[in-house]
């Protein structure tokens, strides 16, 4: 987990201990996704294992909104496997796919012998600057994942800030998870919409996303039932 910078509060004892639970509750998810998802082959899973998937439409539809025909997408959060897709007709797309839990998520896919089309590779939301170059990906996108982290503000900005100028940010969450777990796990943080604004929200702070993301681009809200989905497109020329 990311360290606390000067001037900020360190979790208590008890918030630690929360959180180095959710992260072992985290991996066995996955131990038990994978077994079951490899031996019964659900949809997610072949989505995973294809090499030439097609883009998943939900991505589409901004990817098609660029000019570049060579488009570099980083997925945040994305888990083991990653089932955006890598193919798009007149574009070359490549995909890197990120979440904090990589390390572990290998040894899972080791242990099963999967080898999916997408290696995740280890990556914090909240410091992507210092692994990636800011303005160094066309399209970035988290699914239900940021919600997780510590400092969802931050993993937002640091998403935003690798985008380059005319590229798109994505995020489509469950609609008040922490919420309705009770903040089990590492469920940190609510996306909510009020009045078809989407805010962030936990049990110290309401945060408006408008506000947000005002100093980087133009809000885009999308209605999806059961979820919180918005795109925000980068200030500058495409």
């Known amino acids: 987990m990311r360290p606390h910078s000067a001037g900020e509060s360190r979790p208590s004892l008890a918030g630690r201990a929360r959180r180095a639970l959710g992260v072992q509750l985290e991996a066995w998810y996955w131990r038990w996704w994978m077994f079951r998802s490899s031996t019964r082959h659900t949809e997610i899973y ?75 590779v280890r990556a914090d939301a909240e410091r992507l600057t210092e692994q990636f170059a800011e303005g160094s990906f066309d399209y970035v996108t988290a699914n239900n994942c940021i919600d997780h982290c510590a400092r969802a503000d931050r993993a937002i900005e640091q998403m935003l800030r690798v985008a380059r100028p005319g590229g798109w940010v994505s995020l489509r969450h469950a609609e008040n998870e922490a919420s309705r777990t009770r903040y089990f796990g590492l469920h940190e943080w609510n996306f909510a919409l009020e009045h078809g604004e989407p805010v962030l929200w936990n049990r110290r702070e309401r945060l408006p996303i408008r506000e947000l993301v005002a100093p980087w681009g133009e809000l885009k809200v999308l209605s999806e039932p059961g979820h919180v989905v918005f795109a925000v497109r980068r200030h500058g020329t495409a």
């Open 46 to 120: 072949r989505r995973a294992m294809e090499r030439e998937r097609p883009l998943d439409p939900f991505h589409r539809q901004f990817v098609d909104e660029l000019s570049s025909p060579r488009v570099r997408i980083l997925e945040v959060g994305s888990g083991p496997l990653s089932a955006i897709g890598t193919v798009l007709p007149g574009k070359t797309l490549e995909v890197v796919a990120t979440d904090l839990l990589a390390d572990t998520y290998a040894r899972l896919l080791a242990h099963l012998k999967i080898q999916p089309a997408i290696r995740t």
